[in-house]
């Protein structure tokens, strides 16, 4: 299986769906091969893709202007740019699970 976080030259390659219109947004697991992300805000506007963006930079203390979705606007299923953010970091972060 194919890892959720990859490295690039650019920075941390994250593969994740994304459900919006949740209650509180945050981290719940896989999704096949991807990290699992619920979004309180809805799909209208891209309301959500800068919710998930704002919860991204806040989690990994990171300016929102060093994430990039580069697939996926539209969908739940997005590859999300991270630079400036170690690869263990993010090991870190998604290997606590729920709590994050």
């Not at 219109?21 to 809805?42: F, M, N, W």
């Not at 506007?45 to 060093?66: H, Q, R, T, V």
């Not at 580069?70 to 870190?92: F, H, I, M, Y």
């Amino acid at each position: 299986m194919t890892p959720p976080y990859r490295q690039t030259r650019e920075g941390i390659l994250l593969t994740l769906h994304v459900q919006p219109g949740a209650k509180k947004t945050e981290y719940v697991g896989l999704h096949g091969d991807a990290l699992k992300i619920r979004v309180a805000a809805p799909p209208v506007e891209g309301a959500a893709n800068e919710a998930l963006c704002s919860w991204l930079a806040d989690l990994f203390a990171i300016p929102k202007k060093a994430i990039m979705i580069q697939a996926g606007q539209t969908g739940r299923r997005k590859l999300v740019l991270l630079k400036g953010v170690a690869l263990g970091s993010v090991q870190n972060v998604f290997a606590q699970g729920d709590d994050v």
